[in-house]
């Protein structure tokens, strides 16, 4: 949760410090330039990715989830403290970026270590249930920063949460993470990993490129697979803020309100998708979710950028939350499932980070370019393409639902088959 709050509040304030960091200007031009230091976090988080997946497959799970909330704690401080374009001139920007790289190095390992130490965790036969409540608490930290947001719009003024307003969530998220450490200390290790720390076979190859290129397929496949769920999420989830403010016209603090309770909404919907994928298996959540935002994305993009009224935008926000559950509900548990325990922290962290940094990360700034560029509705077909390949993937994947990962899971699954 705390990971995550920090992650998104660069984005949901970025709209109050713009102005701090880079010369008066066009507004839509100043938030491409924090748009773009958004972006340039996404390209770190293949090495992140890298670098982190090595230490949760080699050093443990526990040791690559207390290394991430550390240099997410020193990222937040860094952006509290950042000076300002007024104060020092582009030295404020670099301190922003440098802070973002953080970040990037951070999440990149974060969410290849939770899905990874979640799912190995997890009750046999409710994997998918378990493991939704990575993305809860992605949302919930996303939700802690909008409610933030709002409680700041409507007790300070514009012009002090422009000038310094908008610091206090990041000293919230570095003290935040600071708690979290201490918490990620006591963590017990899964038994997945145990097992590899007794069985030398695959010793040589653990958390190594070496060992993952023997899943080339796998590692092309989680690329493909998460490049229409992850710009569909960020498009519905981080950017429509901005996208109800800076295009459909509706006030900062309205469009923030409908983010929140949409994303709350979220929060009830995630758990009851993976329980159900438990049932009925992943592919048909997947399948659903891919041909929803193949078709729906253009009309529902469209309407959100005319929308005129709160419970309009909020009606309309509502089915693009629905159409990505299907996809966040689950992603991390799938691809968790495609690898073994040896290369199962890298395989998920490394091709999900590419995906992320090309297709996640970038969203905001190419939606802002084809605005910028007076050809919004590019970006909406954009959006289509990627969720039409992606789709591609999802009904030709094979079903994952019954990879067993240690032998205490295979006991439990043995355990209920004679029960019933």
Not at 28 to 51: C, D, E, K, S, Y
Not at 233 to 245: A, E, F, V
Request: charged letters at 15%; one cysteine or more; a positive charge.
């Amino acid at each position: 949760m705390i990971e995550w709050y920090d992650w998104f509040v660069y984005s949901t304030f970025s709209v109050y410090f713009a102005s701090a960091f880079f010369p008066e200007g066009n507004p839509t031009a100043q938030l491409l330039n924090t748009a773009g230091i958004f972006a340039v976090g996404f390209f770190m988080r293949p090495v992140g990715g890298w670098l982190l997946g090595r230490i949760g497959d080699r050093k443990g799970r526990k040791a690559a989830l207390t290394t991430t909330v550390t240099l997410m704690s020193l990222s937040a401080i860094l952006i509290a403290i950042a000076p300002t374009y007024a104060q020092v001139g582009y030295f404020g920007a670099a301190v922003l970026l440098v802070a973002r790289l953080l970040q990037g190095l951070s999440v990149g390992g974060e969410y290849a270590a939770s899905a990874t130490y979640l799912s190995e965790v997890s009750t046999p036969g409710k994997r998918g249930f378990f493991s939704s409540f990575q993305m809860v608490s992605m949302k919930v930290g996303q939700l802690i920063g909008l409610a933030l947001q709002i409680t700041l719009q409507h007790t300070m003024s514009q012009g002090a949460l422009s000038s310094w307003g908008w610091r206090i969530p990041f000293v919230v998220g570095a003290i935040g993470a600071a708690g979290i450490f201490w918490l990620r200390r006591n963590l017990l290790e899964t038994e997945a990993y145990e097992s590899l720390e007794e069985d030398g076979a695959t010793s040589a190859k653990r958390g190594t490129m070496r060992g993952l290129l023997d899943y080339k397929r796998e590692f092309g496949m989680i690329i493909a697979f998460s490049m229409g769920g992850t710009l569909c999420d960020y498009t519905y989830s981080t950017y429509m803020t901005k996208y109800l403010s800076n295009t459909a016209g509706l006030s900062k603090s309205d469009a923030s309100l409908v983010s929140f309770c949409a994303i709350a909404v979220m929060l009830l919907l995630v758990p009851l998708a993976g329980a159900l994928s438990d049932r009925i298996g992943r592919r048909p959540l997947l399948i659903t979710f891919g041909i929803s935002a193949t078709l729906g994305t253009v009309p529902l993009m469209t309407a959100l950028g005319n929308v005129s009224t709160f419970g309009g935008a909020l009606l309309l926000m509502l089915f693009g939350i629905v159409i990505i559950t299907g996809y966040t509900s689950i992603s991390g548990v799938v691809k968790a499932e495609l690898f073994p325990a040896h290369v199962r922290a890298l395989g998920v962290a490394l091709p999900y980070a590419i995906a992320n940094a090309l297709f996640g990360g970038t969203a905001e700034y190419v939606a802002l370019w084809f605005k910028d560029a007076g050809i919004e509705s590019g970006f909406y077909w954009y959006v289509t393409a990627c969720a039409a390949i992606s789709l591609v993937v999802y009904v030709t994947m094979r079903e994952t639902r019954d990879v067993v990962f240690s032998q205490a899971e295979k006991t439990g699954i043995r355990e209920q088959g004679v029960a019933a």
